[in-house]
C-alpha cells in the first residue's frame, strides 16, 4: 500500500463550475477525514467517516459540499458553484481506531483548488 | 476560535541549533497531541506525539516538552539540519477531530 492517494493533485476551475476530488485511504483503515488548509494556516477539518457512515460535519461544510464514501473504501468531496472563497488545499486522511492513537492520521499530498 | 496557538510564526536558526516551537490550548478534554511536519506541496507528516500524562517524549532529534498545569507543549529540534526546514503544525484532539495550530516555518541555515 502506497499511502493515501488523492486525485487530482491541482484543480483550477471557474467560479460557478462544480468540482468533485478523490480520495483512496490506505486499504485496512476504517475512519476517513477530509481536511482544508488555506495558505499560511493550519488544516481545518470539514467532515469525518467511519466505513460508509458520515458520522461528523463541520460548520465549515456548506450546503455547497457533500461528501461521500459508497463503500466505504474511497470517498470523494463535492463543491458545488465554486466560489473563489473555496480556493485551498483539501486535504485527506484514513487511520483506524488502533492507528490513531499510535501514529495519528496518515495525510494524502492534497488536492489544491483554485477558483478564478 | 483558534483551539491551538502556535508560536512563532517563522523561525531561522543556523544548523546545529535548537529551535523550539510553542503551543498552548484552552481545553483540558483534550487527550493527545501530536506535531505534524510539512513539505511544500506535500501533506503534513506525523513526527511525534505526547499524551498528557508524560511531560516529556523523545524520538531521534526531535523532543516534546509536556506542561499539563500550563495547557502547553512545545518541540524542540536537536542538531537542527538544513533537511529539518518545513512547516510544523501542532494539535491536539480529543476522539476523532484534530485541532490544528496555524504553524511555524522553520529555516536552517546550512
Known amino acids: 500500500d502506497t499511502g493515501v492517494s488523492q486525485d487530482p493533485r491541482h484543480k483550477i476551475t471557474k467560479r460557478g463550475q462544480n468540482v468533485t476530488f478523490r480520495c483512496d485511504p490506505i486499504?485496512?483503515?476504517?475512519?476517513l477525514y477530509w481536511y482544508r488548509q488555506t495558505l499560511g494556516q493550519g488544516p481545518e477539518f470539514l467532515t469525518y467517516?467511519?466505513?460508509?457512515?458520515?458520522?461528523?460535519k463541520s460548520r465549515l461544510l456548506s450546503d455547497r459540499f457533500s461528501a461521500e464514501r459508497p463503500k466505504g473504501s474511497f470517498s470523494t468531496l463535492e463543491i458545488q458553484r465554486t466560489e473563489q472563497g473555496d480556493s485551498a488545499m483539501y486535504l485527506c486522511?484514513?487511520?483506524?481506531?488502533?492507528?490513531?492513537?499510535?501514529?495519528?492520521?496518515?495525510f494524502g499530498s492534497g488536492t489544491r483548488l483554485t477558483v478564478v | 476560535q483558534q483551539q491551538v496557538k502556535q508560536s512563532p510564526q517563522s523561525l531561522i536558526v543556523q544548523k546545529g541549533g535548537i529551535p523550539i516551537i510553542n503551543c498552548a490550548y484552552e481545553?483540558?478534554?483534550?487527550?493527545?497531541f501530536p506535531w505534524y511536519q510539512q513539505f511544500p506541496g506535500k501533506g503534513p507528516a506525523l513526527l511525534i506525539a505526547?499524551?498528557?500524562?508524560?511531560s516529556e517524549k523523545k524520538e531521534g532529534r526531535f523532543t516534546i516538552s509536556f506542561n499539563k498545569s500550563a495547557k502547553q507543549f512545545s518541540l524542540h529540534i536537536m542538531d537542527s539540519q538544513p533537511g529539518d526546514s518545513a512547516t510544523y503544525f501542532c494539535?491536539?484532539?480529543?476522539?476523532?477531530?484534530?485541532?490544528f495550530g496555524t504553524g511555524t516555518s522553520l529555516t536552517v541555515i546550512p
Open positions: 486522511a484514513s487511520t483506524d481506531g488502533a492507528a490513531l492513537g499510535r501514529e495519528g492520521y496518515t
Open positions: 486499504s485496512e483503515h476504517n475512519r
Open positions: 467517516f467511519q466505513n460508509e457512515a458520515q458520522l461528523e
Open positions: 481545553n483540558t478534554a483534550f487527550d493527545y
Open positions: 505526547i499524551r498528557p500524562d508524560v
Open positions: 494539535a491536539a484532539s480529543r476522539g476523532n477531530q484534530f485541532y
